[in-house]
């Protein structure tokens, strides 16, 4: 999780050419990804399978997101 994290962290460098609207769903998506690592960190180390099952599909939307917002950008 903390990889996608970091990597994701590096979206808004390499998403030049974006709306203002984007560059801000972006933003707010980079946020998203980052307390998501963190949440799955917690709830994995506590052995919370259902919170970490339920973090993971939350990630993965938010992926989803960030890359529909990506989608195109040069």
């Known amino acids: 999780a903390f990889a ?3 990597l994701v962290a590096a979206l808004p ?3 030049t050419g974006l709306a203002a ?3 801000a769903s972006l933003a707010a ?3 998203d ?3 998501e ?3 799955l960190d917690k709830s994995g180390d506590a052995g919370d399978l259902s919170a970490t099952q339920a973090g ?3 990630m993965g939307a938010s992926l989803a997101k960030l890359r529909s917002i990506t989608r195109g950008v040069k």
């Open 37 to 39: 690592a963190g949440d």
């Open 4 to 6: 996608i994290r970091d």
């Open 13 to 15: 460098a390499l998403s």
């Open 21 to 23: 609207a984007e560059s």
């Open 29 to 31: 998506g980079v946020k």
């Open 33 to 35: 990804i980052a307390r």
């Open 56 to 58: 993971a599909t939350a």
